[in-house]
């Protein structure tokens, strides 16, 4: 599998995207602001969307995507989400005032946009690739994703807290070789950490102390104008993993 990074931060101020990482050029994990990024022709092949959770920086464009490729295509495209996040995007987006239901455009009978519901650890087996919820611990509904393209596993926390049972989930995986793994926000700020449901270095240090698998980690998430302090004390901290920072123009091969 092929995971290229369109937006890997957890805000907007340009050069900053919030995230949307393109896989093998039909899928995409997170519909953040780094979608905008991608031309026409590459946005009407996306057949399956996969959201974390209902939050705004992680669903900015998916409306606009419907939309935009509407027309373009014969089959719907579908949201792989939690039945939680679906009603919240019924509710508070496709509701004919945010945004129109393309779950029933152009016609109910053949929509520019159908929901599959998501259940942790059952996976999705798109041609050999399977896709798997990942616990996670945030102030909504969350789950992360497991990519597993048979050779090799790539996990994605989205946004998240303190969670052991994702380091217990993760540890059981045998071909893990990446994890992207958010931090939010830098130490000074670790009462609103806590409150947000984020990780800061301190916590992520804590994190990836449960983590007895030697995988490639990478640090995306992170809040507005907070990049050069955050990966400064993470640099300061000297983790095994040494985690780098996911920039966007980045591939990764697994
Ligand atoms: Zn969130
Ligand atoms: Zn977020």
Redesign the pocket.
């Known amino acids: 599998m092929r995971l290229e990074v369109f937006g890997s931060d957890g805000g907007i101020g340009n050069p900053l995207r919030t995230l949307a990482l393109l896989v093998d050029d039909d899928i995409l994990v997170e519909a953040g602001s780094g979608l905008g990024e991608l031309p026409l022709e590459r946005l009407v092949r996306i057949d399956h969307v996969f959201v974390s959770?209902s939050?705004l920086?992680?669903i900015a464009c998916l409306p606009l995507l419907i939309d935009a490729v509407a027309a373009r295509r014969d089959t719907p495209v579908v949201v792989h989400a939690t039945q939680e996040t679906i009603a919240s995007l019924r509710e508070h987006v496709f509701n004919w005032s945010i945004w129109p239901d393309f779950t029933a455009l152009p016609t109910p009978e053949r929509p520019a946009l159908t929901f599959e519901p998501l259940d942790l650890g059952k996976s999705v087996d798109l041609g050999g690739r399977l896709f798997t919820a990942l616990p996670a611990r945030?102030?909504?509904p969350?789950v992360g994703f497991l990519l597993d393209s048979g050779r090799a596993s790539l996990a994605y926390s989205?946004?998240t807290s303190t969670c052991d049972e994702l380091w217990r989930t993760l540890n059981q995986v045998e071909n893990l070789a990446h994890v992207i793994v958010e931090t939010s926000y830098d130490d000074s700020l670790m009462d609103l950490t806590i409150k947000a449901?984020h990780l800061s270095p301190t916590l992520l240090a804590a994190e990836l102390a449960k983590l007895e698998r030697p995988a490639r980690v990478h640090i995306a998430h992170m809040k507005s104008g907070l990049a050069d302090t955050i990966l400064r004390e993470v640099e300061r901290l000297a983790l095994p993993h040494q985690p780098a920072h996911l920039a966007r123009g980045q591939v990764l091969e697994f």
């Open positions: 959770h939050h920086d992680h945030h102030a909504v969350t989205a946004d449901g």
